[in-house]
């Protein structure tokens, strides 16, 4: 079992900009549209060695999490991997393609606690406030939402809140949001918008440890087999 974190925020809250201290040698990202990061760092594409992967498709998007050997996986931004196929099939008429959309958003959040047992993911998406002033996660019609509860499927959601223009996360459900997280994870409401700061607290809160690594068997020397 992996370990699913929803991240929240409307745009220029500081969603992206907490991947700024995470090693990139430890971290896929995985970017529904390609777009320059809001930090300077060495993270380059796939196709350069580096570890960022651009797609929208939710088979890639699962087999790239299954396949990395990086601990920490990031997709930003969610709902862009749902408005994008929205998009491209916008002459569609009827219902079919929001029970599609829906049926692969759920794939790809049910993949974040199907992983190996060392592996994070974080879920960074945007907000939308509801009829009756809820915030929560932004998806595609109401049909997707009869579907999908999207944040009953994390077990941790954190916000962005900017504060006397600090830019932080809030851990504390306020009422009218969808912010969780298990007891004893964080003792402050509002903490740093560091992803590297909220995963080294999961990591440690869980207890989890990378796997072994497998043992290196010395070859014998050709003549050696040979004389037996």
Request: aromatic fraction near 8%; proline fraction near 5%; hydrophobic fraction near 35%.
């Amino acid at each position: 079992m992996s370990y699913g974190i929803m991240i929240l925020g409307e745009s220029g809250t500081g969603k992206s900009a907490s991947l700024r201290n995470l090693d990139p040698q430890d971290t896929l990202l995985i970017q529904a549209i390609r777009k320059p990061l809001p930090f300077q760092a060495d993270w380059k594409p796939i196709a350069e060695r580096g570890n960022v992967f651009v797609s929208d498709g939710s088979p890639q998007i699962i087999n790239a999490m299954n396949k990395t050997s990086r601990p920490v996986i990031v997709i930003d931004d969610f709902q862009y991997i749902l408005s994008n196929e929205y998009m491209r099939r916008s002459d569609e008429r009827g219902f079919d393609k929001f029970s599609d959309i829906g049926r692969h958003a759920w794939d790809i959040l049910t993949a974040t606690s199907m992983l190996d047992s060392w592996k994070r993911v974080y879920v960074l998406a945007h907000t939308e406030q509801t009829d009756i002033g809820k915030v929560k996660c932004k998806t595609i019609g109401k049909l997707l939402d009869e579907k999908i509860t999207v944040e009953g499927m994390f077990s941790i959601v954190l916000r962005t809140v900017i504060s006397n223009g600090n830019y932080l996360f809030s851990t504390k459900n306020n009422g009218n949001d969808t912010v969780k997280t298990p007891m004893g994870l964080f003792e402050d409401e509002l903490i740093a918008n560091d992803l590297k700061a909220v995963d080294e607290a999961i990591v440690g809160y869980y207890g989890i440890s990378l796997p072994e690594p497998a043992p290196v068997v010395p070859l014998r020397p050709q003549h050696e087999s040979l004389n037996r």
